[in-house]
């Protein structure tokens, strides 16, 4: 039996670093519908409201492949398109240096400092996210499970 798209999607979240499952909460709050009411700013659990808020919003089977498609969506394009290569790292790197060049700032410094160690979890996170979309989150498997219900 194939299982809940959402169920691959919350084990994939719940193994990220903490600072990852705040990223992503925060973007999916920004960009998706029906998580508009996460405090980004203040939410002393951001990530677990996340998980929370996705619970709530699972319904019937096609209200679930909807809420699949939606974070798979958002997730890709604010965060994996964004952070899965050592590339895109790289001009993080680059406009740190211009802003650290700018306006020199410990913020900055320390960002750039901790780049490495940030970017090789990055990716090392969205490799992981890779897998789940060519497993749980492929249109193969979402149709399956649509035939199931």
Known sequence: ?????????????????????????????????????????????????????????????????????????VIEFFIISRRSTRAAWQEVARALEIAENSAPSELITSNLESLDFRAEQWIRSCDKWRILRETSLTDDNLNAYLALR
């Open 1 to 73: 039996m194939t299982s809940a798209p959402i169920d691959g999607l919350i084990d994939w979240y719940r193994d990220l670093p903490l600072s990852h499952r705040q990223d992503i909460a925060a973007f999916v709050a920004c960009a998706a519908p029906g998580f508009g009411a996460l405090d980004v700013w203040n939410s002393p659990d951001l990530p677990g409201e996340f998980i929370a808020t996705i619970q709530t919003l699972r319904g019937d089977c096609y209200y679930e492949v909807g809420l699949a498609l939606t974070l798979r969506s």
